[in-house]
Nanobody, 124 residues
Framework: QVQLVESGGGLVEAGGSLRLSCAAS????????MGWFRQAPGKEREFVAA???????NYANSVKRRFTISRDSAKNTVYLQMNSLKPEDTAVYYCTFDVSHPIFGLTTTTWDYWGQGTQVTVSS
């Protein structure tokens, strides 16, 4: 069973930056997409960003031009660089892999593996 382990969350002031990382425990797939979702208290888990096996990227409108997703396939690792953080970015951030679909989706149902989540808190 593939496990995803996130790191890099924490407490930061508004306007600050954080970099999240997520590594897979093993590499058993020839191609896969990587992504990040987040869930704030009392809200549904929502799409943040994703990068396809070929390098195509997609971002939620709320994080465009502030967040950057990247991947190191050799290390089975995906990163999320978060700049200009706002209090509304406060949430638990989850990394996820999709090994089943040619094109990644923007809903949780299309992703196959999930990390345990890492808390990001942005103070005002």
């Amino acid at each position: 069973q593939v496990q995803l382990v996130e790191s890099g969350g924490g407490l930061v002031e508004a306007g600050g930056s954080l970099r999240l990382s997520c590594a897979a425990s093993e590499r058993t797939f020839s191609s896969y997409h990587m992504g990040w979702f987040r869930q704030a208290p009392g809200k549904e888990r929502e799409f943040v960003a994703a990068i396809s096996w070929s390098g195509s990227r997609n971002y939620a409108n709320s994080v465009k031009r502030r967040f950057t997703i990247s991947r190191d396939s050799a290390k089975n690792t995906v990163y999320l660089q978060m700049n200009s953080l706002k209090p509304e970015d406060t949430a638990v951030y989850y990394c996820t892999f999709d090994v089943s679909h040619p094109i990644f989706g923007l809903t949780t149902t299309t992703w196959d593996y999930w990390g345990q989540g890492t808390q990001v808190t942005v103070s005002s």
